[in-house]
């Protein structure tokens, strides 16, 4: 059955700007904070970053650090930060366009490595730079019902883009939704070097042990890699969706629903006052349309 796209537009707003109460919340200034340093590219003894990354992820990890929080949060405050203050973007992908963007289903009687591991998707480097250049949207799960059988299920995504001030890697980052709040978000990075998500995930394996300073082969690298593997699997169709220049962004439109005065759901969509829905279909629209979203 194929949810109400209403219903899950809405549900995706309220999701979210729990997440923004949240930051704001643990991270007082860190919206304001993060402004201030993305207008300050290359002043200040601030590297020179690419225009197509918004601010490098060295930010959130100075204001989070700065509070004491732990560093999981850096990727979780740098995506939620950059989706509110750049736009406020929501693209909600129909199912059939979902659907496309992996080679074949994945058969829950299977083991789920063994699939991922015959199942290497190409990086879209080049379409990735251009279509994220800057922004930070929010890609939703087209349903919020999950299948029956599903290994991983995911509510969205953020997804943006890094330049890593170490390396100088491109890097796409996920922030992986799995709809239990702040700490079900789940940062995956995919390293734009790399021809495929196998590839990334031995190079993202690497990073982990030269962070932990763990010996090659540390089984704590490798099941945090393959986590990290199996999310950004688990969300690529969402990412393919984005990308799929067949697919008519069809909007923006924005929740249409009237909260009673004073509860929870009133104070929660106080918080994102410009979030706006795209929809993704390939069903040509009869309005206009926008592609892409930026």
């Known amino acids: 059955m194929v949810d109400d796209q209403d219903q899950v537009a809405e549900a995706v707003v309220l999701r979210i700007a729990a997440h923004v109460r949240e930051l704001r919340t643990r991270y007082p200034d860190a919206l304001a904070q993060l402004r201030m340093m993305a207008g300050k590219r290359g002043l200040d003894g601030l590297p020179h970053w690419p225009e197509w990354c918004w601010l490098p992820m060295a930010g959130s990890a100075a204001v989070v650090t700065r509070y004491g929080g732990a560093p999981v949060d850096f990727g979780r405050v740098a995506a939620i930060a950059q989706w509110w203050l750049t736009g406020q973007d929501i693209v909600l992908p129909s199912l059939t366009v979902a659907e496309q963007a992996i080679p074949h289903l994945i058969d829950p009687d299977a083991p789920l490595d063994e699939q991922l591991a015959s199942m290497d998707l190409r990086i879209p480097r080049d379409e990735l730079l251009d279509e994220l250049a800057g922004a930070c949207y929010y890609v939703a799960s087209p349903s919020i019902t999950p299948p029956a059988g599903a290994p991983v299920w995911v509510c969205g995504c953020y997804v943006h883009l890094e330049w890593d001030t170490h390396t100088g890697r491109p890097e796409l980052r996920l922030l992986v939704d799995l709809g239990g709040g702040w700490d079900d978000l789940s940062p995956v990075p995919v390293h734009l070097d790399q021809p495929t998500l196998g590839w990334s995930a031995t190079s993202v394996q690497q990073v982990i042990m030269s962070h932990l300073h763990l010996a ?41 629903t009237t909260p009673a005065p004073g509860s929870e759901q009133e104070r929660l969509l106080r918080l994102v006052p410009r979030a706006q829905v795209w929809q993704l279909t390939y069903s040509r629209p009869s309005g206009g349309h926008l592609r892409p979203v930026k």
């Open 216 to 256: 090659p082969g540390a089984p704590e690298a490798h099941t945090l890699a393959q986590y990290a593997r199996t999310l950004a699997w688990a969300v690529w169709p969402l990412v393919g969706a984005l990308l799929d220049r067949r697919a008519h962004l069809v909007g923006p439109h924005r929740v249409t």
